[in-house]
């Protein structure tokens, strides 16, 4: 497990008045994440099926020094800027994990394919 890629799923509530800002900016923001940050491999932006203002972020990244190099990344920055005013509550990490599959060549592999959105 010493290449294992690290993942973090996350959970963000929106007021409801700024669902479509919200996810205007976070989609933006998600595709430029994958598209310049090279050590992003999945990031992926869902919706509670009971709550539309309830967003789940899963992200996979090739280690804790891409996690680190993503969250003083601009990119994230002005998202988080942008998107402050607009949450109900704090972001909240649910969980830190480490990949078992796919394997980091798998993911690799994927990642031309998450640029074709």
Do not use: C
Request: no cysteine; proline share 5%.
């Amino acid at each position: 497990m010493d290449d294992a890629m690290f993942g973090g799923f996350f959970v963000i509530n929106v007021k409801p008045e700024y669902r479509q800002p919200f996810l205007d900016a976070s989609i933006f923001q998600a595709q430029n994440v994958v598209s310049e940050e090279p050590d992003v491999f999945q990031f992926h932006i869902m919706v509670d099926e009971t709550n539309p203002n309830r967003f789940y972020f899963y992200e996979v990244f090739r280690n804790e020094a891409a996690v680190q190099d993503h969250w003083e990344s601009e990119t994230f920055n002005n998202w988080l800027n942008t998107v402050r005013k607009m949450l109900d509550g704090e972001i909240e990490l649910v969980a830190r994990m480490r990949s078992l599959f796919p394997t980091p060549k798998g993911f690799e592999a994927q990642k031309a394919s998450l640029l074709l959105w």
